[in-house]
T-cell receptor, first 112, second 115 residues
Framework: GESVGLHLPTLSVQEGDNSIINCAYS??????FIWYKQESGKGPQFIID?????DKRQGQRVTVLLNKTVKHLSLQIAATQPGDSAVYFC???????????FGQGTELSVKP | DAGVIQSPRHEVTEMGQEVTLRCKPI?????LFWYRQTMMRGLELLIY????????DSGMPEDRFSAKMPNASFSTLKIQPSEPRDSAVYFC?????????????FGPGTRLTVL
């Protein structure tokens, strides 16, 4: 029979626009969060991280926001470029010996 | 700087054959993780090591899967016998000196196809 794969949430944006990718995490005890970018045929690549004692952290063109009250994490990409097209995963460290739990991913598609 | 190195990059084998995947972590890292990625299940942690010692293998699907880390610079993931449902991309990742809060850096993956 035909297999059914995960249906990834998809975000489509115009080049130059800002992108916001959201993630709901599962464990209120998690104290460290990471965003990864995975391009087709490659392994996940670290983008930015944030610890639970912060609510915002900025990198180059990227900002991560953490709302512990509602267990929500977001990744903002400024001036999105075609090279940003990829699947983005959030991951949380649940204080279980370094184990990361990954979200299902969001596919970002940038239209030129 | 060399990142995590995995070999082979692609492996095609027939059902019932033994498959061995290899990983060289980033030098100086002391934690190593094996993941499997499929369309059906996403990215799953199979097993991880700290200082060459297996810490958690609860993600290993069954006895056909085994992993070893004989030294700080090498790990293997073995599947014996392989089955078509093992077809996936297998990633190795390593992280630095602190087990609890370090970023994991991923290798390029091994795409396994079992016919």
């Amino acid at each position: 029979g035909e297999s059914v794969g995960l249906h990834l949430p998809t975000l489509s944006v115009q080049e130059g626009d800002n992108s916001i990718i959201n993630c709901a995490y599962s464990n209120s005890a998690s104290d460290y969060f990471i965003w990864y970018k995975q391009e087709s045929g490659k392994g996940p690549q670290f983008i930015i991280d944030i610890r639970s004692n912060m609510d915002k952290r900025q990198g180059q063109r990227v900002t991560v926001l953490l709302n512990k009250t509602v267990k929500h994490l977001s990744l903002q990409i400024a001036a999105t470029q075609p090279g940003d097209s990829a699947v983005y995963f959030c991951a949380e460290n649940t204080n279980q010996g370094g184990k990361l739990i990954f979200g299902q991913g969001t596919e970002l598609s940038v239209k030129p | 700087d060399a990142g995590v190195i995995q070999s082979p990059r692609h492996e095609v084998t027939e059902m019932g054959q033994e498959v061995t995947l290899r990983c060289k972590p980033i030098s100086g890292h002391n934690s190593l993780f094996w993941y499997r990625q499929t369309m059906m299940r996403g990215l799953e942690l199979l097993i991880y090591f700290n200082n060459n010692v297996p810490i958690d293998d609860s993600g290993m699907p069954e006895d056909r899967f085994s992993a070893k880390m004989p030294n700080a610079s090498f790990s293997t993931l073995k599947i014996q016998p392989s089955e078509p449902r093992d077809s996936a991309v297998y990633f190795c990742a390593s992280s630095g000196t602190t087990l609890w809060v370090d970023t994991q850096y991923f290798g390029p993956g091994t795409r396994l196809t079992v016919l």
